[in-house]
């Protein structure tokens, strides 16, 4: 799957569906200013972690992690046509996958149960992501980059990537 060219749907008809190991990787806030929101957090005593960038601070909550991402770049990624008044909550649920082929198993699995598909599993600039809505409505991504480092029991180390 990772051979596709950035931006290739994947179709999630063809595959059988997978339920998820019932925990969550990130928390993603979409914000208006990454460095503020960075001041902010880091204000409160929190160590922002060295795995993130200028556009996507993590900080570590001990197996999975709260990230900060511009609010804009967000709404464009999960498919909305914009950051205000269309519905975005600027904020996400993420499931990192194990494999790239269990993003659309996944994405199937929450269609079936009841939820609504947002954005198909689509190929990325670093790995396969798609994201889904629950019946209430809340934002859920589904990833999967091989930049992610995870311990024996599936628990992200959020101070580590790949490269």
């Known amino acids: 799957m990772l051979d596709k060219p950035v931006g290739h749907v994947f179709s999630s008809d063809d595959v059988p569906p997978l339920s998820p190991r019932q925990r969550m990787h990130l928390i993603l806030l979409g914000v208006d200013s990454v460095p503020a929101a960075t001041q902010f957090y880091e204000a409160l005593g929190w160590k922002k972690s060295p795995a993130g960038n200028e556009g996507f601070v993590k900080f570590d909550m ?5 990230c900060l991402i511009s609010r804009n770049d967000f709404a464009q990624d999960a498919l909305f046509d914009s950051a205000a008044g269309s519905g975005f909550s600027g904020v996400g649920l993420i499931y990192l996958a194990q494999t790239a082929d269990e993003v659309p198993r996944i994405l199937a699995k929450a269609v079936e149960a009841g939820g609504t598909l947002v ?18 409505g809340h934002l859920f991504e589904v990833d999967y980059e ?11 180390v959020v101070d580590q990537v790949n490269v």
């Open 62 to 66: 001990g197996g999975y992690a709260i």
């Open 119 to 136: 954005k198909p599993a689509t190929r990325t600039h670093w790995g396969i992501a798609g994201y889904f809505k629950d019946p209430d």
């Open 146 to 156: 091989e930049a992610w480092v995870f311990d024996a029991e599936h628990r992200l």
